[in-house]
């Protein structure tokens, strides 16, 4: 027989499974009294739709402290929607990919038509196609999977990195191909469409983050060690192929704490529509080759703000990497020395005090600028 023949079957063996090993507590996937939902019961979509989003880059156990925080401040989709986005920012400080905050805050607003402000804790008011999630901005066709399923029992189903493991290791696929995607999508639908589907996926993800792990999965005490065509005639290692790495560019950046003689330092905010939009940061820009980076930042702060600054000592410098490129930022203490400082490359501009730059939304490589400005300020120490 066939593994396509015995869809059932594996099923049954992942439930099984699931009862005694699942991964239950998970909060988002609880009713609000933190019990568990029944077979077909439905569950609010709001925690499990930020959630899912938060995950999209992140795992679990770092989310989980994010979510909470996330659900305190903004408890309802009325509650979120009618929030500024750099407050939405402040909660996202610190998970990374900032456009999945913009993305969210964009998505509230359109499912607050959608759903109306009255009834957002009625899960029956909230979208239940697949199309109308995957609509929204930054859902795709598995998240939008995960949060019906997971809300509403229904049977959508899901192929994120964990799930696409296991399929591709069970089926002995390579995934290489828009073809093998297919396969692996047919498959997923299969399963979920035995019954259960809310089980079926949440058990899936859970198989692949507890036994059929990237590296030396844990075969012998695997479910579905029977059915599993990579388990028995390959090394399951070898599924799904990986894909090459691919060697990031690089790029120095020049960056300057400008200091005006109040002591207050200048930050300005990125473009909505740029990567991180929204965020805070301190000006720079990009070395020329051939160019020293005091001239960088000398250049740049002429360009993007307008003013002329004399560049003083060295501050820090780091690398920091992003999903497709590696940066490394050399900072100085700037002093102010002429020109109105003008928004000619970012939303807005401000001087700030030291001390209240935590009130403000800044990406990671930012907060490490802070940190360092403050010990080199003494802030803290209350030496300042
Ligand atoms: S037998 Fe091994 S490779 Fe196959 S699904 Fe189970 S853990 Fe994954």
């Not at 610190?94 to 607003?109: P, T």
């Not at 599924?239 to 090459?244: D, N, S």
């Amino acid at each position: 027989m066939g593994i396509i023949d015995s869809p059932q079957d594996i099923q049954n063996s992942l439930l099984e499974w699931f009862k005694l090993n699942g991964r239950y507590w998970i909060p988002w996937k609880l009713k609000k009294d933190g019990s568990i939902p029944q077979l077909g019961e439905s569950i609010s979509p709001y925690e499990i739709w930020i959630a899912e989003v938060m995950l999209q880059q992140t795992q679990l156990k770092v989310v989980i402290p994010y979510w909470e925080k996330w659900m305190k401040v903004f408890p309802s989709l009325t509650s979120l929607a009618e929030d500024d986005l750099e407050n939405v920012l402040m909660i996202w400080q610190g998970l990374g990919y900032y456009s999945r905050a913009n993305r969210i805050h964009q998505s509230s607003k359109k499912l607050v038509e959608f759903v109306g402000k009255s009834i957002d804790q009625d899960p029956h008011a909230w979208p239940h196609r697949i199309d109308q999630w995957m609509s929204l901005p930054g859902i795709g066709r598995s998240t939008a999977g995960s949060i019906i399923s997971s809300a509403f029992d229904l049977p959508t189903p899901i192929l994120d990195g964990n799930v696409k493991r296991i399929l591709s290791r069970l089926l002995a696929i390579e995934r290489k191909s828009i073809k093998d995607e297919k396969k692996l999508w047919e498959f997923s639908s299969l399963l979920i469409s035995m019954g259960s589907p809310r089980d079926c996926n949440q058990a899936l993800m859970d198989l692949g983050a507890i036994i059929c792990t990237p590296k030396k999965p844990s075969c012998t005490s695997c479910p579905l060690q029977n059915f599993c065509v990579s388990y028995t005639k390959y090394d399951p290692e070898d599924f799904p192929t990986k894909e090459m790495t691919k060697i990031k560019p690089f790029q120095e950046i020049g960056i300057g704490v400008v200091f005006n003689n109040k002591g207050e330092c200048l930050i300005d905010q990125r473009l909505e529509s740029s990567s991180m939009g929204g965020m805070w940061e301190f000006p720079g820009g990009k070395k020329i080759p051939g160019e020293s980076i005091q001239k960088t930042i000398e250049r740049e702060l002429k360009e993007e703000l307008g003013i002329i600054v004399k560049v003083g000592e060295k501050l820090l410098s780091f690398e920091h990497a992003y999903t497709h490129k590696k940066f490394y930022f050399t900072v100085h203490i700037c002093e102010w020395i002429s020109g109105e400082p003008k928004p000619l490359a970012s939303q807005k501009l401000l001087w700030v005090s030291p001390e209240k730059l935590n009130d403000y939304p800044f990406p990671a490589a930012n907060k490490k600028i802070i940190s360092e400005l403050y010990k080199h300020l003494c802030i803290g120490n209350k030496k300042l």
